[in-house]
């Protein structure tokens, strides 16, 4: 759980990213890709070239996922449920796999926001990737 001061670091962080999913997304995972390059077998479909279409479009839907959790923190379980069924038994995504991912996200908001995604905020949207990521790999077993 998340204390009000938690809690309004997340949002008011969100409120930046909201009109942006697909940029914070694709560079994101670009970041990701290149730094952790053992993450890209999950992708092999995928177009990964900076920017790509691909990228912008998956990018897109995993930040808004992460919005939708936002908007739900009492409540992440539910809110994030069938992405969980999905990438536990379908898709079967390492659970090391998640703190990467964090970490990409974290630089992204730290080199779009500096001002914004200060100390604090940073502890507050590690915490909340850290919940959001423990929600995704419950299913596993
Ligand atoms: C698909 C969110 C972590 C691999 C998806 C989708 C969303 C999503 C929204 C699309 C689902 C749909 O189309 O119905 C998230 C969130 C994550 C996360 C919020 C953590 C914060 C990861 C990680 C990996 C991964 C760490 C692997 C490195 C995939 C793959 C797909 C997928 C392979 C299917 C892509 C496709 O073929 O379209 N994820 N994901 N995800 N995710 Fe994740």
Known sequence: TFSEAEKAAIISIWAK???HADDIGAEALERLFLSFPQTKTYFSHFDLSSN?????NHGG??????GNAAQHL???DHALSSLSDLHAQKLKVDPGNFRLLSHAIQ???????PKEFNAVAQAAWDKFLSVVSSVLVSKYR
């Open 61 to 66: 839907k995993v930040v808004k996922a992460i």
């Open 107 to 113: 630089v992204t908001l730290a080199a779009h926001f």
């Open 17 to 19: 990213i909201a009109g």
């Open 52 to 56: 790509s279409k691909d990228l912008r």
């Open 74 to 76: 009492g409540d992440i």
